[in-house]
């Protein structure tokens, strides 16, 4: 079955950077576009970010769009999220989510990654 | 891209039907007929409840509806049960790969 393993979280000061990686098994990973959710106690969940299965697409929400950046390599089966100026109101639990063929919904989760911004 | 606008809470006892509300604009939820709704227990991965406004996937049950009406989609639970007590978010497609969720309501069994 599908699997999404997340690392790379952690504490980080305002400012700073941050690369989560997502490991994907359990499907054909090059066949599928997959995004960015996060989920905090004070702001619920937000769509962060989307790449095409091949890379050649991306989009952002406005909150993250210039200071974060989705990339993947598909030799690996690995997605990533690099995050650059971080402000406190980016901590939060950071999830991969598989995009399903029929489109427009998510289903497959990973556990996700804490990314805590604090000084 | 701001949330989608739901109520902090609902409650009902159990047996009774509660309905959540999850209000966006005419570039997300009246555009398209791509609303989703999540459940969320703590610590738990989120959960897919209904997908396409108003598609249930294999194994969620018959209790749980959704529906839409202009820019405001609508998840019902019928018949409410104890483990039915959860947070939970609706989603709605916004255009190019993007999506907007909703700001969450607590679900509470009396």
């Known amino acids: 079955q599908v699997q999404l393993v997340e690392s790379g979280g952690g504490v980080v000061q305002p400012g700073g950077s941050l690369r989560l990686s997502c490991g994907a098994s359990g499907f054909t990973f090059n066949t599928y576009g997959m995004h960015w959710v996060r989920h905090s106690p004070g702001k619920g969940l937000e769509w962060v970010a989307f790449?095409?299965?091949?890379?050649?697409?991306?989009d952002y929400a406005d909150s993250v769009r210039g200071r974060f950046t989705v990339s993947r390599d598909n030799s690996k089966h690995t997605l990533y999220l690099q995050m650059s100026s971080l402000r406190t109101e980016d901590t939060a639990v950071y999830s991969c989510v598989k995009d399903p063929s029929s489109g427009y919904f998510f289903d497959s989760w990973g556990q996700g990654t804490l990314v805590t911004v604090s000084s | 891209q701001s949330a989608l606008t739901q109520p902090r809470s609902v409650s009902g006892s159990p047996g009774q039907s509660v309905t959540i509300s999850c209000t966006g604009t005419s570039s997300d939820v009246g555009g398209y007929n791509y609303v989703s709704w999540y459940q969320l227990h703590p610590g738990k991965v989120p959960k897919l409840m209904i997908y396409h406004v108003s598609e249930r996937p294999s194994g969620v049950p018959d209790r749980f509806s959704g529906s839409k009406s202009g820019n405001t989609a609508s998840l019902t639970i019928s018949g409410l049960q104890a483990e039915d007590e959860a947070d939970y978010y609706c989603c709605s497609y916004a255009g190019r790969y993007s999506y907007v969720f909703g700001t969450g309501t607590k679900v509470t069994v009396l």
């Open positions: 790449i095409r299965y091949d890379g050649t697409d991306t």
